[in-house]
């Protein structure tokens, strides 16, 4: 099994930033790819990024791209979002995600080991 542990939610004005971590332990030689998603109140949970762990290939959701940036430190096996320039409409629970296999990086169904998720929440 893979544990995942997220940090770096918190409250933060429309056009600030915040940093999230995503800390995985266990069966960590088994992920293929780390990947962020949140859950905005009364909706589903939405892909939000992704990064492959063993090279530098990274996805995003139109609706962040140029904002947010995903990152990893594999010596600490932890992957990193940075969220810049943030906006109302990106207020939610964030989770972080591992998956196994190859495939499509955006289906939340594929993914196996998800964390508790941290809350943030952008102020207009």
């Known amino acids: 099994q893979v544990q995942l542990v997220e940090s770096g939610g918190g409250l933060v004005q429309a056009g600030g930033s915040l940093r999230l971590s995503c800390v995985a332990s266990?069966?960590?030689?088994?992920?293929?790819?780390m990947g962020w998603f949140r859950q905005a109140p009364g909706k589903e949970r939405e892909f939000v990024a992704a990064?492959?762990?063993?090279?530098?290939?990274?996805y995003y959701a139109d609706s962040v791209k140029g904002r947010f940036t995903i990152s990893r430190d594999n010596a600490k096996n932890t992957v990193y979002l940075q969220m810049n320039s943030l906006k109302p409409e990106d207020t939610a629970i964030y989770y972080c995600?591992?998956?196994?296999?190859?495939?499509?990086?955006?289906?939340?169904?594929?993914?196996?080991?998800w964390g508790q998720g941290t809350q943030v929440t952008v102020s207009s």
């Open positions: 995600a591992s998956l196994r296999t190859s495939g499509l990086v955006t289906a939340r169904n594929r993914y196996d080991y």
């Open positions: 266990g069966r960590t030689f088994s992920i293929i790819v």
């Open positions: 990064i492959s762990w063993s090279d530098t290939t990274t």
